[in-house]
Nanobody, 124 residues
Framework: QPVESGGGLAQPGGSLRLSCTAS????????IGWFRQSPGKEREWVGCISSAPSSHYADFLKGRSTISRDDSKKTAYLQMNMLQVEDTGVYYC????????????????????WGQGTQVTVSS
């Protein structure tokens, strides 16, 4: 089960870097997905990174976020900049072995392991 960290309170316009650390062997074979659930809303896809690695982002984060990975640390990162109040929510990461070259094509139900989530609150 992956473990998220790095959440917390940030001001609008600020930045946070979330981490997703897994324990799977051959972590470099895994695709990592990021999701969030905001208050009163359904869980939504935030972005992902494949084993290639190539990253994909939801439209609401394009241009202000970067997803990266360090396979030697079995960790993926979600760097979010220019945070908005609407970014408030619980952020989850999920892993899928052999996710393929296009992780954006992986559905939420196809991810094999999910973390417990980390709270991100954007407020002034």
């Amino acid at each position: 089960q992956p473990v998220e960290s790095g959440g917390g309170l940030a001001q609008p316009g600020g930045s946070l870097r979330l981490s997703c650390t897994a324990s799977e062997r051959n972590f470099d074979y895994f695709a990592i997905g990021w999701f969030r659930q905001s208050p009163g809303k359904e869980r939504e896809w935030v972005g992902c990174i494949s084993s290639a690695p190539s990253s994909h982002y939801a439209d609401f984060l394009k241009g202000r976020s970067t997803i990266s990975r360090d396979d030697s640390k079995k960790t993926a990162y979600l760097q979010m900049n220019m945070l908005q109040v609407e970014d408030t929510g619980v952020y989850y990461c999920a892993t899928k072995r052999h996710g393929g070259a296009n992780c954006a094509a992986i559905g939420a139900s196809d991810y094999e392991n999910w973390g417990q989530g980390t709270q991100v609150t954007v407020s002034s």
